[in-house]
């Protein structure tokens, strides 16, 4: 081939490739454009009617789905809604509102989901004068928590202080009580004028079937952790890493349905969903209803109900951005996801694992995953604490507080701090020891600006 041939050649391809790459640019924006408009349309005023602002405030995405729910429901009865974040709700927003609903979670011990705490600092410490307002209130929570819906009801105290109007009782949802969504859909029926009851069926399961269950801390001084893994029978449905699962337990006599949330720790390219469990037992040695379930009686080959659920507030960050993640125990799950996740790029920010355990001989959970993605470097560092090994660095709070000028400068650097597991062993403790490591205003700053996410249990 002479020279002009093959420079022929290679400019042909180079223009070829070229409108591909412009042919797929064009179809990404239409097809997005087509999705908002398609969203717009579903969620758009009916002509003379004002549009509902729905402002949700949801740690673990709950909230978030029932906004997004709510919206849907408004729109089919031909009024308009408009869902907005807490974390993007100001008092121009409110000042500029007629109507409100507000879908509230109370998380930690009776606090503000870490996307509302800009709103609880700024907005709610001043009074305005909100009597053009009105508003309705859906608090969720769980009565076991002694602050039960407490965040719920302190943005319905404040919007009473400033005046505002109430359209109906305030609704509390104690621990996704069916009955009180219900009522709730009831209400949102009163604005529509809609007669039918909303076709508001709780989300649909799909067939899961068990295809793996792993002792992974044979030998542990604590309880053990498992792991399961599930295929899909139905169909493979499309989650992120972060997301969580709702796994329908099995009804039993007399006792109302219940289910359980886990975070998954894989995802869909691995074509199936993947959970760290602990098995809990009760003071008198009887397992734990669902977690019993799932590591003892379930058998490998057997069906469970479950459906993934997005938890949007612990998706990953861009890929290119610095990753700190910590965690202890199960809490390893949801960490595992965004590493896999990562690990799907070829270049990336660098990601920094400091994880909590027992003992180093028998609870180095997926160990074997760590190492490859150290070699692979996916994980640039890692740093684990065992507490019953002795030692100074006990816990994984103690490993924050020793690295605390690295933890300063990789958030230096852009990182974001992902945490995931117990609220009470774990994530008060890291929280302090974060705090002092950045100061308490960087740590404000870094959670406003979505760089400091937690799934906490
Ligand atoms: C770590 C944690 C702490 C919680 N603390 C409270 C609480 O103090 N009071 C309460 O009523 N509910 C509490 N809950 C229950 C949540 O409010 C409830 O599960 C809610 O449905 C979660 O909604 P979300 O997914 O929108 O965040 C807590 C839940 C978690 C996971």
């Given at each position: 081939?002479?020279?002009?041939?093959?420079?022929?050649?290679?400019?042909?391809?180079?223009?070829?490739?070229?409108?591909?790459?412009?042919?797929?640019?064009?179809?990404?924006?239409?097809?997005?454009?087509?999705?908002?408009?398609?969203q717009g349309r579903a969620l758009a005023p009916a002509a003379g009617e004002d549009t509902v602002l729905i402002a949700f405030a949801s740690q673990t995405g709950f909230g978030e789905e029932l906004a997004w729910m709510t919206a849907r429901a408004l729109g089919d009865g031909g009024v308009g809604a408009r869902p907005l974040s807490f974390s993007d709700l100001n008092l121009e927003t409110l000042k500029g509102a007629r109507r409100l609903l507000v879908i509230a979670s109370t998380t930690g011990e009776g606090d503000a989901p870490d996307g509302a705490a800009r709103f609880v600092r700024q907005a709610m410490k001043t009074e305005v004068d909100l009597s053009h307002l009105s508003?309705?209130?859906?608090?969720?929570?769980?009565?076991?928590?002694?602050?039960?819906?407490?965040?719920?009801?302190?943005?319905?105290?404040w919007l009473d202080a400033c005046g505002a109007q109430t359209l109906f009782d305030r609704v509390e949802v104690d621990d996704g009580d069916a009955g009180a969504i219900r009522h709730w859909q009831h209400q949102l029926n009163q604005i529509t004028g809609s007669t039918t009851?909303?076709?508001?069926?709780?989300?649909?399961y799909d067939r899961w079937r068990l295809v793996e269950?792993?002792?992974?801390?044979?030998?542990?001084?604590?309880?053990?952790?498992?792991?399961?893994?599930?295929?899909?029978?139905?169909?493979?449905?499309?989650?992120?890493?972060?997301?969580?699962?709702?796994?329908?337990?099995?009804?039993?006599?007399?006792?109302?349905?219940?289910?359980?949330?886990y975070s998954v720790a894989s995802l869909p390219s691995d074509g199936r969903v993947e959970f760290c469990i602990r098995l809990m037992t009760y003071p008198d040695g009887k397992p734990g209803l669902a977690s019993g379930w799932l590591t003892q009686d379930l058998e490998v080959g057997g069906e469970t109900a479950m459906r993934v659920r997005a938890n949007r507030g612990f998706h990953a960050p861009p890929p290119e951005a610095p990753i700190i993640l910590i965690g202890n125990g199960t809490g390893i799950a949801g960490l595992r996801g965004h590493l896999k996740a990562r690990a799907q790029h070829d270049k990336t920010g660098g990601a920094w694992l400091l994880f909590g355990e027992r003992t180093q001989a028998h609870d180095a959970l997926y160990d074997a995953d760590l190492q490859a993605c150290l070699a692979t470097g996916v994980l640039t560092r890692l740093d684990r604490s065992f507490s019953r090994d002795g030692g100074e660095n006990r816990y994984v709070q103690s490993l924050v507080a020793?690295?605390?000028?690295t933890v300063a400068d990789w958030v230096d650097r852009g990182a974001y701090v992902y945490v995931c597991g117990s609220l009470e062993?774990?994530?008060?403790?890291?929280?302090?020891a974060l705090e002092a490591a950045l100061g308490e205003e960087r740590l404000t700053r870094l959670t406003d600006a979505g760089r400091y996410r937690r799934d906490v249990y």
């Open positions: 081939m002479t020279a002009d041939v093959s420079r022929w050649l290679w400019t042909a391809v180079t223009v070829a490739l070229w409108l591909g790459l412009v042919g797929l640019t064009v179809w990404r924006v239409r097809a997005a454009a087509r999705r908002a408009a398609e508003y309705g209130l859906l608090a969720l929570g769980d009565r076991s928590y002694d602050a039960f819906c407490s965040f719920g009801h302190a943005v319905g105290d009851a909303p076709d508001w069926t709780p989300p649909a269950r792993r002792l992974l801390n044979a030998g542990s001084p604590g309880g053990e952790a498992w792991h399961l893994a599930f295929e899909p029978i139905d169909h493979a449905p499309d989650w992120a890493a972060g997301d969580i699962a709702e796994v329908g337990l099995p009804v039993r006599d007399g006792e109302p349905s219940a289910s359980r949330e020793e690295h605390a000028r062993g774990m994530s008060k403790g890291v929280h302090a």
